[in-house]
């Protein structure tokens, strides 16, 4: 069965610090599908990244970095010089490339607070 | 520009009041999927549909219908709205296993 599993419901730090968010997946097919979106207190999700299963490649955009490490099923992202314009809700998620539905699933999300 | 639209954003109604929210896409993608989001319970998936009349249940499809007439959109359909139908709803779109570009929400409050 597919799950993600986002075990941080809730985080503060101070601005400049660096932050981590984890993600733990569970999935059966070999084929897969990683994502993280944000949700700003606007409400819109908005993609920051997708990677597929063959990839384990790490990926640095700016401030943004993302661990992929199928050993451990793990898809961490971390913020380097944490601003306050970050605060907002992450998700991370997993989509199965054999999924009839094209369904993501999607755990329950990682509040970020960022204090000035 | 590439875009996943929804109206109305934000909606006020009553119980037993029919109401539809539109969505539509410019991107010619075949996928297209509502979601709506809850305190504690993430995102869930209500309907999808693989490519125009093609549309199937997900995991949450009680109280809702949608049709898909067009590639490009993709109705979600209330016919007797009830007060735990309150909820951020999401349409998206992708080819298919792919990424999946989500309209800006639709905040539904029924009374």
């Known amino acids: 069965a597919q799950k993600v599993t986002q075990a941080q419901t809730e985080i503060s730090v101070v601005e400049k610090e660096d932050v981590t968010l984890d993600c733990v997946y569970e999935?059966?097919?070999?084929?897969?599908?990683l994502f993280w979106y944000k949700q700003p207190p606007s409400g819109e999700l908005v993609f920051l990244i997708r990677?597929?299963?063959?990839?384990?490649q790490n990926e640095i955009s700016g401030r943004y970095s993302w661990n992929f490490q199928k050993s451990t099923s793990s898809f961490n992202f971390t913020i380097t010089a944490s601003q306050v314009v970050d605060s907002a809700v992450y998700f991370c998620?997993?989509?199965?490339?054999?999924?009839?539905?094209?369904?993501?699933?999607f755990g329950k999300g990682t509040r970020l607070h960022i204090l000035p | 520009e590439a875009q996943v639209t929804q109206n109305p954003r934000y909606l006020i109604t009553v119980t037993g009041k029919k109401l539809t929210v539109t969505c539509s896409q410019n991107m010619n993608h075949e996928y297209m999927s509502w979601y709506r989001q809850d305190p504690g319970l993430g995102l869930r998936q209500i309907y999808y549909?693989?490519?125009?009349?093609?549309?199937d249940k997900g995991d949450v499809p009680e109280g809702y219908k949608v049709s898909r007439k067009e590639k490009r959109n993709f109705p979600l359909i209330l016919e007797s709205p009830s007060p735990n139908q309150t909820s951020l709803y999401f349409c998206?779109?992708?080819?298919?296993?792919?990424?999946?570009?989500f309209g800006p929400g639709t905040r539904l409050l029924v009374l």
């Open positions: 999935t059966r097919d070999t084929t897969y599908y």
């Open positions: 998620a997993l989509s199965e490339a054999m999924n009839r539905d094209d369904k993501i699933i």
């Open positions: 549909s693989m490519n125009v009349e093609v549309t």
């Open positions: 998206a779109s992708s080819w298919g296993g792919e990424t999946q570009y």
């Open positions: 990677r597929n299963s063959f990839d384990e």
